[in-house]
């Protein structure tokens, strides 16, 4: 990722404070793991958001090594056109329900306050056969910590109501969080894509080679056994709630304590953490709606 896009990152994504937040009174979701913090994000402008969601959107669909020494302007039309299901003559509702917007500003959260890796590239999950993304997670970052390994394997919602992109999220987080979908739907896909990964040296690359030889009869047992865990940081972005910052902060958190603290994760067998990122705006509609206008007027890329 270029340094003026991380620069841009920085200067309009402001962290405002962690939860739990004595100072204004405000807990931690009650499903966010003890150890973790949920972190409260505003945007400064809402064009600059626009600009790192459509620029944001190159790093997300390739890997590093495909973007070195590439046209990345021919690259950036390549992904709508062949790795995202984006249909340039679709409703301009059809283009406001896609799902790149909150994925492209997810990895730029990732990368650039959380510091982690691209494990593989998001753009690898598209089925060409129904011209669409396959089911998995919004991201695939990964955060090597001495001996042990953190799999980011994230989601987002990206919804002008902030209860109902709650609601989206907990429709789906308990067969997120199973070993079901993390191997059989997400680490499949990766083992069919693992030579892309970069570093052929991991402790990781070599667990998914001997899964791939049969050597190892349960995946989940592997990675525990090799303290591999999974952190899975949701990133909520939706409009501004009530007169000041705080309120739109503590309405997801009231209305996730109203209807889901009884979720629990029973089908999961490896370590697991998770956390929200919240991300409450000026208008949701406004800054698809400007991405969406680069997106079908081909804006060339300006960072």
């Known amino acids: 990722m270029k340094q003026s896009l991380k620069d841009l990152i920085k200067n309009t ?12 009174s405000i807990n931690r979701s009650c ?14 402008d809402l064009e600059d958001l626009a600009r790192i969601i459509y620029e944001g959107i190159l790093y997300y669909s390739f890997d590093e ?23 340039y003559n679709s409703t301009d509702l059809a283009k406001r ?19 982690t890796d691209t494990l593989i590239s998001r753009g690898y999950f598209y089925d060409i056969q129904k011209k669409s993304e396959v089911t998995g997670y919004d991201a695939f970052h990964l955060v090597p910590t001495g001996e042990n390994i953190e799999l980011w394997f994230g989601e987002t919602k990206f919804y002008e109501d902030g ?7 907990f429709s789906n987080i308990q067969k997120a969080l199973s070993d079901d979908y993390l191997v059989d739907t997400n680490f499949a896909t990766i083992l069919q894509f693992k030579g892309n990964i970069k570093d052929k040296e991991s402790k990781l690359y070599k667990i998914l080679e001997k899964w791939e030889k049969s ?8 990675l525990n056994d090799n303290n591999i865990s999974l952190v899975y940081p949701i990133l909520v972005t939706y409009n501004k709630h009530g007169s000041n910052f705080n309120d739109s902060i503590q309405m997801l958190i009231n209305h996730i304590a109203e209807k889901y603290s009884d979720v629990t994760f029973d089908d999961i067998s490896i370590n697991y953490s998770l956390f929200f990122i919240f991300l409450p705006i000026d208008c949701v509609r406004t800054t698809k709606e400007t991405v969406i206008k680069w997106i079908d007027n081909k804006e060339p890329l300006k960072l």
């Open 13 to 24: 994504l402001i962290l405002k404070f962690r939860l739990p937040d004595k100072g204004h």
């Open 31 to 44: 499903i966010t793991s003890v150890d973790l913090e949920d972190n409260c994000y505003s945007a400064s």
């Open 65 to 87: 090594y495909q973007l070195d020494g590439g046209n990345h302007q021919k690259m950036f039309l390549k992904a709508f056109n062949q790795k995202f299901k984006y249909n």
């Open 97 to 115: 329900k896609l799902g790149i917007y909150g994925e492209s500003l997810l990895y730029s959260f990732l990368k650039v306050f959380y510091r």
């Open 163 to 169: 209860k109902s992109a709650i609601d989206s999220v």
């Open 215 to 222: 050597i190892i009869d349960s995946l989940e047992a592997e």
